[in-house]
């Protein structure tokens, strides 16, 4: 039973324009590949409880968990 | 990190000969790998190379408003959540155009930094900021 998921986000330009994208990932060594790959890019691990709803649901379904 | 939105030459002459209505126009995300990073040059869906959707939710966005307030219109859109049902082609760039004009023209771009796969099961969500918009103009 997964505890956790692991998200990397990013931020806005200066001026506040844009998209913050954030990817939400199973395992802390999958959120280190990702966050590793972009410069500046940093993850943090979160229960699995305080996760958005759709993220909650998509990595339970994954791993083939009822949620 | 900060991500700018980058849009496209064309999209400024578009907007003003009106070939867009941002606020009724089905606006979609296009998806680029590294290697066929978008342009400014770029003016239509058909000038790019996008990746294989296979295992991808939709990339249909809403728009919220597209309205202007002391000068400046904003184009504000609903958060939009992809979804991945198996590995997704990896991607970088993150292209934002509207489906319902003829030619699909484009507006602008996100680059994300790096190239991502997203694995089943992930998810990656786009918050637009909610006041400032994706975009705007003064």
């Known amino acids: 039973m997964i505890t956790h998921g692991y998200l990397i986000e990013s931020r806005t330009d200066a001026n506040g324009r844009g998209v913050n994208f954030r990817l939400c990932v199973a395992t802390e060594a999958r959120a280190k590949e990702v966050a590793d790959s972009v410069p500046g890019r940093t993850w943090r691990q979160v229960p699995i409880g305080e996760l958005r709803d ?11 968990e009822a949620p | 990190m900060t991500i700018a939105f980058q849009k496209f030459d064309q999209f400024v002459e578009d907007a003003w000969k009106g070939v867009h209505n941002l606020s009724t126009g089905a606006l979609k995300l296009a998806l680029c790998a590294a290697a066929n990073a978008p342009v400014a040059g770029n003016s239509q869906l058909g000038d790019l190379t996008q990746i294989n959707y296979a295992n991808l939710s939709t990339r249909a966005i809403t728009t919220v408003s597209c309205e202007q307030l002391s000068g400046t219109v904003r184009l504000l859109l609903t958060d939009h959540v992809l979804t991945a049902s198996g590995t997704v082609a990896a991607f970088r760039y993150i292209v934002l155009y509207n489906d319902t004009p003829s030619g699909d023209p484009l507006l602008g771009f996100w680059d994300y930094g790096g190239s991502l796969t997203l694995l089943n099961g992930e998810t990656l969500s786009l918050d637009f900021d909610g006041s400032a918009g994706a975009m705007y103009c003064s």
């Open chain 1, 54 to 64: 759709v993220e909650r649901a998509n990595l339970l379904r994954a791993v083939g």
